[in-house]
Structures are given as C-alpha cells and as structure tokens.
C-alpha cells in the first residue's frame, strides 16, 4: 500500500480535505452572520426568540467544524498549527474568545437568574457574530500574504514582531477577506432565515437587508480577487524546496489548474444566483446556492493557496522558512492512517443531514416558540 | 536550547493549560455521566410509556444542556492552546497527537452536536425511538470524545508507536495500533469516564435527596435515586478497578511518579502500602531538593508489591534510587540518562552538519540508529533527559503528588459506601426519614469534583517535569511569546471563565428550584 499512495498524493489529499473542512466552516458561519444582526433584525423580544432560535439550532455544527479543522489541520500538517498558533498568538486567542461567549450565550440567555441579564448575552452573541468570521477571514488572509515568522532548525518558530499576529490587521487584503467573510456570512445568515423562519415581518426585513449585504460582500470579495490575482505569490521549487516570489503566481495557479478555476467560477456563480434568486424572485431556496457556492469558492481559494508549488503559509520574514503542503505534513505513515479514518466523513454527512432534515422540516413559528420545552 | 529556559515563561504557560483543564473538568464528567443516566431514563419511558418517566428525563436533560454549553466553551481552548502555548511541543509530537484530536473532531463531536439538537429539539418532531437513540448516541459521542482526547494523553505519559526522524527533527507515527491501545491510555480512560459516571450519579443523587429533603417530587425523587444509585454503584466499582490498573502501569512506566505518590524515598523490596500518613520537610536532600518525612504513617506491610503486580520479592525503587542510580537493582542514574540524551543531541547536530556537507553514507548511518531497537531503547527513550539541568529535577512536587493519591483514594472508598447505603435505604422505603443521610448525599455532591480534579492533577502534576514523559520537558515545549502575553491571557480566561462558572451555578440552582415544568 505504501508504494501505491505516495506521500506527496497524501498531502495534497489532506490539503483537499482541509480546503473542504474551511469551505464548511465558512458556510455554518451563517449562524455567526445572524447573530451580528441580532440587535437591527429583530424589532421586538417576539421576533428576536424567533431569530435566535432558529441559528441557535445550529451552533454546534459550526463550532464542531471549527473544532474539527483544528484538529484536522494539527493532524495534517502540525508545522502550520505549531508556527501559526504559536506565533499569531493574539489572532488566534481573540477568535477563541469570541466562541467561548458564543457556547454559553444561546443556553443562558432566556434563563432565569442568569445574573447578567438576557442583554449581555445577547451582546455576546452579536460580538461573537462579528468579530468571529471576521477575524477568521484576516487570518485566513496571511495563507496569501504572508507573515512574520521563522523556523530554526528544529522547525521551532520565532514570531518576528512583538505583535504577534495583530500585524496582519495592517494589510489591505487582509482586511478585505475579514470584511468579505463577514458579509459573506450575513447574507448566508440572511438567507438562512429566509428559508426556515415563518414570520413575514422579519423574512420581509431579510429581504431588504439582503440587497445592502450581498452588495458589500461582493465588493470586497471583488477587490480581494482581484488584488490577489495581480499580486505577486510565494513559490516553491519541489526539488529544492526553495521560495521565491513569483509575479501573477496565484493568476497563474488558476489558469494552469483549470479544475480550481472552475470551482472558483461555479463557487462563485452560485452565491450569486442563490442572491439573486432571493432579491428578485424571493426565493426561499437560495441559502442552498450561497451555501455550496460558498463551499466551493472557499475550496478553490484554499487550493489557490497551497496547490501548484505554492507556499501555503508564507513568511515574508524568512522566505524559506514559509510552509509548504509538502514540508509542513505529518508523515506518510499518519497521512494514510487518517486518510482511512476520513473515509468515515460520508457517514458522518449522511447523519448529518438526516438529522438536520427532521428537526428542519418545518418552518419555525412565534407559536412553537410557545410550545417548546427547549427554548433558547 | 538555553534559550528556552525562562522559568517564568513555563510556568505562566503550565498555569494557563492547568486553569483551563481546571475549568474544562468542572464540565465534563457531569456531560459524561449524566447523558447516560438520562438515555436510561427515556429507554425506561420508551418501555413503559409511563408519562411519569418522561418528565423525570426531561428534568435531568435541561440540567444537562446547562452544564454541556459551558463544558464546549471550556473544551475548545484546549485544543488550541496545545498550538498556542505549546508549538513547539506541537511540532514534535504532532504526527502521531495530532490524529486522535483529529478522529475526535470527526467520530465524536459530530456525533454527540447532531444528535444533541434532536435530543432537545426533537421532542415533537421526530418518533420516539429516533429521539431514544438519539440521546444514547449523544452519550456515546461525549465517550469517545473522552476515548480520543485521553489516548493523546496516555501517549503523553507512555510514548509509544513511534520513532524520531533526525531529518524533520520530530517523532513519526509507526503504529497507530500500539498508539491507540496503548495500556495507560486504555485504564485511564476506562478510569476517567468511570469516574464521570461516578460524578454524574452523585450530582443525581444529591439533587434528588434535596427534593426530598424539601418534601418535593418525591416520585422524580426516588426513580432518579434508583436509577443514579445503581448506576452510580457500578461507576465508582469500576472506578476503583481501573485505578488499580492505572497505578499498576504508573509503577512500570512512570516509576518517579509512582514513589512520590507514596513518598518512598529508598526503595525496598516487599515496602508497605501507605493508607494515611502526613509529610514534613526533613533536612535532608537529595541535590537541592530537601526530603519529605512521614510525621506519622499508617500503613498495611507489604502490599504495595502486590500493588505493582509483582508479588512480594519485587524492588519498588524509591526516589533517591531514581535520581542518583541503584546499581544492583540495575536502575539508572538520572546524570547517566542526562548522559545518554546529550548524545543523542549530539548525534541531531551531527545530522545537520552531515547535511550541509551532504555525507551520503552519514545521514544514512544515523538514521538507520533512531529506528534500531537497542538504540531506541538505551540512549533515544532518554533524549529530554539532554535538557534537564540537575538530576533531582525530575523529581515532582512529591507532598502534593502523595496527598493527592492518598485523597483520591480515600474518597473512591467513600463513594461505594455511599451508593450501596442510598440503595439500601431506598430499598428498605425509610431514605425520606433519614435526614442526617439526605444532607450527606447533597453535601456529597462536591465531592466527586473535589476528586476528578485532584486525579488530574495527580496525573499531570505528577510527571513533572515532562511534557512528554522522558523524551520532552516541559521548558523545551513552550512557545516562545512574551510572558506578558501569557499572563494577560490567562488572567483574561480566569475572569471570563469565573464569570460564566457563576452564572451557570446560578442557572443550575434556579432550575432545580423550579423544578420540571411538565
């Protein structure tokens, strides 16, 4: 078996399945785009248990998948987890804050003697709403423009700012994919209400709110594209394991992996349509054409970032320090392990869905907020 | 490596890993005990369609949703802080660490987030045997999650199923069987979601003995004392069994832990096992460490051999045979196994400059050493000894090692004969009147937290100071950031955390005031 599956296919399979993982979490950030419009979206407390219930029912499979592509990415390729973890220390801290605020926000909330009053729950949430998606954008930002560290011989990593991963917050591009991650989730969130919430005053709003989100989303999702392929990229010779910088380098990935460009180009024609289908045909169908436009988008980009003999996690301290699929990988051994582990990923969708289907399928109402036992 | 030892830097780090683990387990073994207690419950509903039972399930479930949010928000960090706080730690084991956290993430988690939502949401929608395995599923999921996370841990204690690869300069998977079953993590498990079970039931027991203390729900009462002391008894059997095993395999595998857990410090053949003792300073030393005495032991001759699992002739070797060597009982000096490790950095450097000069047949030659038994076995399993500074180093805090075994211990007792008194008295129908006994089962209630979180730190503190037992200490795993950042950090987690502990004591309390709804 060793001999059929090479090592280098294992990781780019492993890069496939963490492109995938990021491409989820970034959909289920839905629950996190509703939660930013808590406080503009629901008019009275009525409404707001509506809103809140309805994305409360899904929080754990965003936090899941969160929790999963960590453990995926460490499994996969610890040198990414050890250097950016280590290294972008205050990035990675303020996204873990703001999910801790999230776990307990839904359950506390509406209970009674919760000390600090449904409010600051509720603030919790649209912090973690906010804040959440986009500084995950910003992180994911540095995949392509790089950061600050270098490895030593024993592949420890030394941060070479004492900003330790706020520094990213100075880049433009990275700034653009934060806003467009976060507006990429407002509008999933806008749209996912418009498909399960049975209340014509807060659909009616959605709606409305749709054209100001989707319109922002798709600026900076544009103005990151397009930087990105006009910017210079990070590349790495597969025989020497050198890095250099390569002009057009993600332009050229895209024309010389056809397939990416597709499901760049079909990624992103569904979001569209799934946008458009909701504004001028009011649709309630389009969170499932965002949701896979946005998978696959996310899929493509992650593919952009680290397929072709380009340098995943760049340094633009030390270039050839940068992390690559190939130098950044558990070992052939572990790889293959995990890779019969992940056959299971099917069965786990398929649960998934199941459940999903029958606590979804029908419409949640102001009078089941009434009837339920369980009411956030 | 010099460079690493900033003892401030370490401790910050260990204090933030252990405050979070802290929180993290005043969580979990509720979510892992009571989540089965509950699927008996609905499987007793579901069989009688006995409304009764419903409402007792429903009771228990919404306590449960209250404790498991937190216990996610808690869990979380965790994993990251293994990246964040440890990268360099990260970076040497992550190849063969790594892939339970991932296994977790995608056959654990999932399981119990799907099913958790049909548990509290699918009351009306789904049928009623999709709901009962549901909520068995969602117990299962919070087990395995406890099965993945303690096998990265076992490995931590026992490193195993691997070898070092002097070219990424880090430790490769070779066998995910002897990784998985590795016996520390098998009995530690079984040991630690035993005791959850444990924890679970008492939580139950005490809450009902509350009601009935306050003349309430003395039907819901009842039925959860029966389930949850039955449940409850079995728990804290199996929990004294598999600790037996665990202290088996620590005498093996972590021998300095094992003798500070009896404060031996000159080994002996066929040495009493310690019930109670308390420790003092003496002036002795073994290096710069002074020595703690028995001001006064109690002990029962000769069964700490039987303990091991040797019979009674077996040399149990005590710290001071640890540290400076016992010859004819052929223990190794620390300074010799100090000795060994620094070879084997050397022989790393050596790598790297046979790389640079591109020796072919060198590189080869080393390799082909770190995957050859003898080696592996005489100088690699030494290799974090390179790092430690003087030989009475790898002694932990043993007066905190020993109370905290002997506390454990003295509870696991505790706990059976309380079970087995809170069935009786059930049983005979006379628990209502025996008030005295009620208060004790409510009181009762901290204590299983007072124990699951010494056990850890027993377990971790005990090791000290590896980080990977042996092979990495602690100084050598940490990442390399400001203390500053370290220390903000850990005091923004105790204040977040200390704010939501609150609330949830708070929400837990009114809810049990209250009472089920239905």
């Known amino acids: 078996m060793t001999t059929i599956i090479s090592h280098l296919f294992l990781q780019h399979y492993w890069w496939v399945i963490i492109s995938l993982l990021a491409g989820l979490l970034i959909f289920l950030m839905f629950v996190q785009g509703g939660q930013s419009m808590i406080f503009s979206l629901a008019r009275n407390n009525a409404e707001k248990t509506i809103l809140v219930n309805t994305l409360g029912r899904k929080w754990e499979f965003t936090f899941t998948t969160l929790v999963t592509f960590g453990g995926a990415f460490f499994a996969s390729f610890p040198l990414f987890y050890s250097a950016s973890f280590g290294g972008a220390y205050w990035v990675w801290m303020a996204i873990l804050f703001s999910f801790i605020i999230q776990a307990v926000a839904y359950e506390y909330r509406s209970k009674p003697a919760n000390i600090y009053g449904q409010r600051t729950f509720d603030i919790f949430l649209f912090l973690n709403g906010s804040i959440g998606p986009y500084l995950i954008g910003v992180a994911v930002g540095t995949f392509f423009t790089g950061a600050q560290f270098s490895l030593n011989d024993l592949n420890q990593v030394r941060w070479a700012t004492s900003w330790h991963g706020l520094e990213a917050l100075l880049d433009g591009r990275n700034l653009a994919l934060g806003l467009t991650v976060l507006f990429?989730?407002?509008?999933?969130?806008?749209?996912?209400?418009?498909?399960?919430?049975?209340?014509?005053?807060?659909?009616?709003?959605?709606?409305?709110?749709?054209?100001?989100?989707?319109?922002?989303?798709?600026?900076?999702?544009?103005?990151?594209?397009?930087?990105?392929?006009?910017?210079?990229?990070?590349?790495?010779?597969?025989?020497?394991?050198?890095?250099?910088?390569?002009?057009?380098?993600?332009?050229?990935?895209?024309?010389?992996?056809?397939l990416v460009l597709i499901l760049l180009l079909a990624g992103a024609a569904g979001v569209i349509y799934?946008?458009?289908?909701?504004?001028?045909?009011?649709?309630?169908?389009?969170?499932?054409?965002?949701?896979?436009?946005?998978?696959?988008?996310?899929?493509?980009?992650?593919?952009?970032?680290?397929?072709?003999?380009?340098?995943?996690?760049?340094?633009?301290?030390?270039?050839?320090?940068?992390?690559?699929i190939e130098n950044a990988s558990s070992s052939q051994f572990t790889l293959k392990t995990m890779m019969y582990v992940s056959f299971i990923v099917p069965l786990v969708f398929g649960y998934i869905w199941y459940a999903w289907k029958s606590i979804n399928n029908k419409r949640i109402t102001e009078d089941e907020m009434k009837m339920e036992g369980h009411v956030y | 490596m010099i460079e690493n030892l900033d003892l401030s830097l370490v401790n910050w780090s260990r204090a933030?890993?252990?405050?979070?683990?802290?929180?993290?387990?005043?969580?979990?073994?509720?979510?892992?005990?009571?989540?089965?207690?509950?699927?008996?419950?609905?499987?007793?509903?579901?069989?009688?369609?006995?409304?009764?039972?419903?409402?007792?399930?429903?009771?228990?479930?919404?306590?449960?949703?209250?404790?498991f949010a937190i216990g996610v928000a808690t869990g979380i960090i965790l994993e990251f802080e293994f990246g964040t706080n440890w990268s360099n730690y990260s970076w040497f084991v992550g190849d063969i660490f790594g892939a339970p956290l991932a296994v977790e993430g995608i056959l654990a988690f999932f399981l119990e987030s799907t099913f958790i939502a049909v548990m509290f949401f699918g009351w009306n929608k789904v049928s009623k045997k999709f709901h009962l395995v549901s909520s068995w599923l969602v117990a299962t999921g919070a087990s395995l999650s406890a099965l993945w996370i303690i096998v990265a841990n076992g490995?931590?204690?026992?490193?195993?199923?691997?070898?070092?690869?002097?070219?990424?300069?880090?430790?490769?998977?070779?066998?995910?069987?002897?990784?998985?079953?590795?016996?520390?993590?098998?009995?530690?498990?079984?040991?630690?979601?035993?005791?959850?079970?444990?924890?679970?039931?008492?939580?139950?027991?005490?809450?009902?003995?509350?009601?009935?203390?306050?003349?309430?729900?003395?039907?819901?009462?009842?039925?959860?004392?029966?389930?949850?002391?039955?449940?409850?008894?079995?728990?804290?059997?199996?929990?004294?069994?598999?600790?037996?095993?665990?202290?088996k395999i620590v005498s093996k595998v972590q021998p300095v832990k094992f003798a500070s857990m009896e404060a031996l410090y000159d080994g002996q053949k066929n040495p009493g096992l310690v019930v109670f003792g308390i420790l003092k300073e003496s002036d002795k030393m073994i290096g710069e460490k002074k020595i703690n005495d028995f001001v006064f032991k109690m002990e029962i001759p000769g069964l700490l051999s039987i303990m091991t699992g040797d019979g009674k002739d077996t040399f149990i070797p005590g710290i001071n045979d640890l540290v400076k060597g016992n010859e004819p009982m052929g223990v190794l000096p620390v300074s010799e196994k100090m000795e060994r490790g620094k070879?084997?950095?050397?022989?790393?450097?050596?790598?790297?400059?046979?790389?640079?000069?591109?020796?072919?047949?060198?590189?080869?030659?080393?390799?082909?050493?770190?995957?050859?038994?003898?080696?592996?076995?005489?100088?690699?399993?030494?290799?974090?000894?390179?790092?430690?500074?003087?030989?009475?180093?790898?002694?932990?805090?043993?007066?905190?090692?020993?109370?905290?075994?002997?506390?454990?211990?003295?509870?696991?007792?505790?706990?059976?004969?309380?079970?087995?008194?809170?069935?009786?008295?059930?049983?005979?129908?006379?628990?209502?009147?025996?008030?005295?006994?009620?208060?004790?089962m409510l009181i009762s209630i901290l204590f299983p937290y007072v124990t699951g979180e010494i056990g850890w730190i027993l377990t971790e503190m005990g090791r000290h100071p590896w980080i990977i037992q042996d092979l990495m200490p602690v100084s050598v795993g940490v990442s390399q950031i400001g203390t500053g950042s370290v220390i903000t950090t850990f005091i923004l987690f105790a204040v977040l955390f200390t704010v939501l502990l609150v609330a949830e004591i708070s929400i837990m309390i009114r809810q049990i005031k209250l009472g089920p709804k239905h």
Do not use: C
């Open chain 2, 343 to 440: 070879t084997v950095r050397s022989l790393i450097a050596d790598y790297k400059t046979a790389k640079l000069s591109n020796e072919v047949e060198k590189l080869q030659g080393i390799r082909r050493m770190f995957r050859d038994k003898t080696f592996i076995d005489n100088y690699f399993r030494y290799f974090g000894y390179a790092s430690i500074d003087k030989p009475e180093d790898v002694i932990p805090n043993v007066k905190l090692t020993f109370y905290a075994f002997h506390i454990m211990v003295m509870f696991g007792f505790y706990f059976i004969l309380l079970f087995i008194l809170a069935l009786y008295f059930l049983f005979r129908g006379t628990i209502i009147r025996k008030k005295w006994f009620l208060w004790i």
């Open chain 1, 184 to 258: 990429l989730a407002r509008t999933n969130g806008l749209l996912y209400i418009i498909n399960s919430i049975d209340n014509n005053e807060l659909t009616g709003l959605s709606h409305r709110k749709l054209i100001m989100n989707s319109v922002t989303f798709l600026v900076f999702f544009l103005f990151f594209i397009v930087s990105l392929l006009l910017s210079s990229g990070f590349a790495y010779d597969r025989a020497t394991g050198i890095v250099s910088m390569e002009k057009y380098k993600y332009l050229h990935n895209l024309i010389q992996m056809p």
């Open chain 2, 155 to 247: 490995w931590m204690q026992y490193p195993v199923g691997m070898v070092f690869d002097p070219e990424t300069a880090r430790n490769e998977m070779v066998s995910f069987r002897e990784v998985l079953f590795n016996k520390i993590a098998i009995y530690d498990f079984l040991h630690t979601i035993s005791s959850g079970f444990l924890l679970g039931s008492m939580f139950v027991l005490g809450i009902s003995a509350w009601y009935l203390l306050h003349k309430r729900e003395e039907f819901l009462a009842k039925r959860s004392i029966l389930v949850a002391g039955i449940f409850g008894l079995l728990s804290s059997l199996l929990v004294a069994y598999t600790g037996d095993l665990s202290a």
């Open chain 2, 16 to 67: 933030q890993f252990a405050l979070t683990a802290i929180y993290h387990w005043l969580f979990v073994p509720l979510t892992l005990g009571l989540s089965y207690i509950i699927a008996i419950m609905e499987t007793i509903y579901v069989k009688t369609g006995n409304e009764q039972w419903k409402r007792i399930t429903r009771f228990w479930m919404t306590l449960f949703g209250i404790n």
């Open chain 1, 274 to 324: 799934g946008i458009a289908g909701a504004l001028f045909r009011h649709s309630r169908k389009g969170i499932w054409f965002t949701g896979t436009g946005t998978v696959l988008t996310v899929i493509a980009l992650f593919l952009t970032s680290g397929f072709n003999g380009t340098a995943f996690y760049p340094s633009t301290f030390d270039l050839n320090s940068s992390l690559t």
